[in-house]
């Protein structure tokens, strides 16, 4: 999609959540992916943390990030299969004023390009909540590269074209 290069970059504080019983800062392999790839973008990491696979806990993290103002958006990774131990979507239905299905289903079609049939098992998900955004995204490096390049690099631009969620970002709180 196009970049209009006449527009101003505008860079989006990003907080990355990594969603996990067994992952440490050492071997966070899409924590550090999401961090390499919105940094290298021009955005701004506004905070990172590791928490377990706990539905209070993670709607905890997603309250507290979702109301504080110096996060517009909150990334998280991992969490959002089909196992008793994936609840990421449903924090994320709990914190949500809004969901954005198009996400999901975006984010299906181009992870079937990748890993074919095996895509069905992923519930990735998008909403906003309070006035931030919050992307849902699984806990696999390809998955967040799929997501990050196929769909938020793009969206996250406020240069994108003919639309982008930056530009609406003004206008989350609105009744």
């Not at 998280?76 to 289903?105: H, Q």
């Not at 998900?125 to 995204?137: D, G, K, P, Q, S």
Request: one cysteine or more; charged letters at 25%; glycine letters at 8%.
């Amino acid at each position: 999609m196009p970049i209009d290069e006449t527009r101003p970059f505008l860079p989006v504080r990003i907080a990355v959540l990594t969603i996990s019983d067994t992952r440490t800062r050492a071997d966070d392999r899409s924590g550090d992916t999401l961090v390499e790839r919105l940094t290298t973008a021009g955005h701004i990491l506004a905070a990172r943390e590791i928490i377990p696979d706990d539905l209070d806990t993670i709607v905890a993290r997603l309250h507290a990030w979702s109301e504080d103002p110096e996060v517009d958006v909150i990334l998280t990774t991992g969490g959002t299969g089909v196992t008793g131990r994936d609840v990421t979507p449903e924090a994320v239905e709990r914190v949500a004023t809004k969901m954005i299905p198009g996400f999901g289903e975006l984010f299906r079609w181009l992870s079937f390009q990748t890993i074919g049939t095996s895509t069905v098992q992923s519930r990735a998900c998008a909403a906003v909540a309070h006035e931030t955004y919050i992307f849902a995204l699984p806990g696999s490096t390809g998955a967040v590269k799929d997501a990050w390049d196929g769909i938020l690099k793009d969206q996250l631009d406020s240069r994108h074209r003919p639309c982008n969620f930056v530009e609406l970002m003004p206008r989350l709180g609105e009744r």
